[in-house]
């Protein structure tokens, strides 16, 4: 059974910081791209981080220099790092794991972030 597990959101002042962790089990973490993904009320599903199995990133615009996304191939986990915080950061963010036709969500994690 495939589960992605997402933990570490919450409610943040701006400025602030979070780390938000997906643990992964089911699969060949190692062979899978791991993608974070936002999706703000009324506002459709955008990429924010990007992993690929070979270790390349990259970001949303929005988010780069602020956050960072890794992964730690022991604890099949993907991190990620979310500093300088600002409320239009507030969503529920999703953990991806994609391979070829093999493609996997968790259930989101709520991130609020107060002006």
């Known amino acids: 059974q495939v589960q992605l597990v997402e933990s570490g959101g919450g409610l943040v002042q701006a400025g602030g910081s979070l780390r938000l962790s997906c643990a992964v089990s089911?699969?060949?973490?190692?062979?899978?791209?791991m993608t974070w993904d936002r999706q703000a009320p009324g506002k459709q599903r955008e990429l924010v981080a990007r992993?690929?199995?070979?270790?390349?990133?990259d970001y949303a615009d929005s988010v780069k220099g602020r956050f960072t996304i890794s992964r730690d191939f022991t604890k099949n986990t993907v991190y990620l790092q979310m500093n300088s915080l600002k409320p239009e950061d507030t969503a529920v963010y999703y953990c991806?794991?994609?391979?070829?036709?093999?493609?996997?969500w968790g259930q989101g994690t709520q991130v609020t972030v107060s002006s």
């Open positions: 991806n794991a994609a391979s070829g036709p093999r493609d996997y």
């Open positions: 992993m690929t199995s070979g270790g390349f990133t």
């Open positions: 089911g699969i060949g973490f190692s062979t899978f791209h």
